[in-house]
């Protein structure tokens, strides 16, 4: 189960890590084909449920879907996490501050300028760091994983009768 979930993972690293990059290379950011991070990740989990499933005579109970789908779930978002620590860490926090500065002027187009605001503002920038986000992606990665994994394994369960 933890060699067919970390493959699962690894493989669907690798196509996380080609589609972004066939994002950026086609500067396809604003268009519906920019927005399919999703469809890449819900097969690669997928993946993960197949090859378990084939492994083991077509037969797969919900919770070995769920455990198999969530070993390539856990194995991407730590990897991700981890590169994306190493990234911030090498680079500053050129992109952090980048990601501030777009969140500041999305404010200021909504022409939010009460107290409450700028005071919110103040703190997100005290508080907002590379290791936090390090942190919150892999959160947002494991729980949006959890819940594709929940629906897919439920499609996906079979058991010999």
Same mark, same amino acid.
């Given at each position: 189960?933890?060699?067919?979930?970390?493959?699962?993972?690894?493989?669907?690293?690798?196509?996380?890590?080609?589609?972004?990059?066939?994002?950026?290379?086609?500067?396809?950011?604003?268009?519906?084909?920019?927005?399919?991070?999703?469809?890449?990740?819900?097969?690669?989990?997928?993946?993960?449920?197949?090859?378990?499933?084939?492994?083991?005579?077509?037969?797969?109970?919900?919770?070995?879907?769920?455990? *198999?789908?969530?070993?390539?779930? $856990?194995?991407? +978002? =730590?990897?991700? #996490?981890? /590169?994306?620590? &190493?990234?911030? @860490?090498?680079?500053?926090?050129?992109?952090?501050?980048?990601?501030?500065?777009?969140?500041?002027?999305?404010?200021?187009?909504?022409?939010?300028?009460?107290?409450? *605001?700028?005071?919110?503002?103040? $703190?997100?920038? +005290? =508080?907002?760091? #590379?290791? /936090?986000?390090? &942190?919150?992606? @892999?959160?947002?990665?494991?729980?949006?994983?959890?819940?594709?994994?929940?629906?897919?394994?439920?499609?996906?369960?079979?058991?010999?009768?």
């Amino acid at each position: 189960m933890w060699l067919i979930g970390i493959r699962s993972g690894i493989i669907t690293l690798l196509a996380l890590i080609a589609y972004t990059l066939l994002v950026q290379v086609l500067n396809l950011k604003n268009s519906i084909l920019g927005h399919l991070e999703y469809a890449v990740f819900t097969l690669g989990i997928y993946s993960a449920l197949f090859y378990y499933k084939n492994a083991n005579n077509g037969s797969i109970t919900y919770m070995q879907g769920l455990q *198999v789908g969530m070993i390539a779930v $856990l194995f991407t +978002s =730590v990897v991700i #996490s981890v /590169l994306t620590y &190493v990234m911030l @860490f090498t680079y500053g926090n050129n992109f952090v501050n980048t990601l501030l500065l777009e969140f500041k002027r999305s404010i200021q187009q909504i022409d939010l300028t009460n107290n409450s *605001v700028q005071n919110s503002i103040t $703190l997100i920038e +005290s =508080v907002f760091n #590379s290791k /936090l986000l390090g &942190v919150l992606i @892999f959160l947002s990665i494991s729980f949006t994983g959890f819940i594709f994994t929940l629906f897919i394994a439920l499609f996906a369960k079979k058991n010999n009768s």
